[in-house]
């Protein structure tokens, strides 16, 4: 187990014991992964190695009273900041999702494609896995332009591939080899 995954099951095991609110702290991650995201001297404070950990927990400290996050968000926070494991939150969260997914009997996967897709091709993907692997399943949706077209899906390990590049591999393979049984039939 990562130690993100780790940290996340002891989070979604207190938020369970505390009878807390998943939703409100799965958003309240998502809402300090994104203040720290878009402030560079935040990224490097917080998930830098030079900034101690003491000096740390004071600026969480600060950001977690301004925001007015629940007690469970907050003493989470601290407890990376103190740790000096913050720069794993952004996976935390991640992990955080999967597991509320998982424990709800769902699946969580992992969806990138070239340019965002609109909510009606997602809809169509999720139903289509759903279907496929006999549970509901969440994507974690990415953009990666180098895929020039087509998605690329991972669920449990396992890699679904219809990108452009690894389709025309494959028709480069087929006519490769039928070429290559042509050639061996007139030999």
């Keep these: 187990m990562s130690v993100a995954r780790a940290y996340a ?23 300090f ?12 404070a917080l998930y830098g190695p030079l900034v101690p950990a003491k000096e740390k927990v004071e600026l969480v400290s600060a950001i977690v009273k301004k925001a007015e996050y629940s007690k469970l968000t907050s ?4 407890l990376l900041a103190r740790k000096n494991r913050l720069g794993v939150l952004n996976r ?5 999702s999967s597991i509320r997914i998982e424990a709800q009997g769902g ?7 070239a340019e965002a897709l609109g909510a ?14 006999g549970k509901p399943i ?9 895929l020039v077209a087509g998605v690329k899906v991972t669920v449990n390990g396992v890699t679904y591939d ?3 590049r690894v389709q025309l591999e494959r028709l480069r393979d087929e006519v490769s080899r039928k070429n290559h049984d042509e050639q061996a039939g007139h030999a």
């Design 9 to 31: 099951n002891a989070l979604f095991q207190a938020a369970q014991s505390a009878a807390a609110d998943l939703d409100e702290a799965e958003k309240e991650l998502q809402e």
């Design 33 to 44: 992964v994104s203040a720290v995201e878009l402030r560079k001297e935040a990224k490097i």
């Design 75 to 78: 003493d989470f926070l601290m």
């Design 92 to 96: 935390v969260r991640e992990e955080f």
């Design 107 to 113: 699946v969580s996967g992992r969806l990138v494609s």
């Design 120 to 133: 009606a091709e997602l809809e169509t993907l999720v139903k289509a896995f759903s279907t496929k692997l």
């Design 138 to 146: 969440t994507f974690r949706t990415f953009v990666d332009p180098a």
């Design 162 to 164: 219809g990108t452009l």
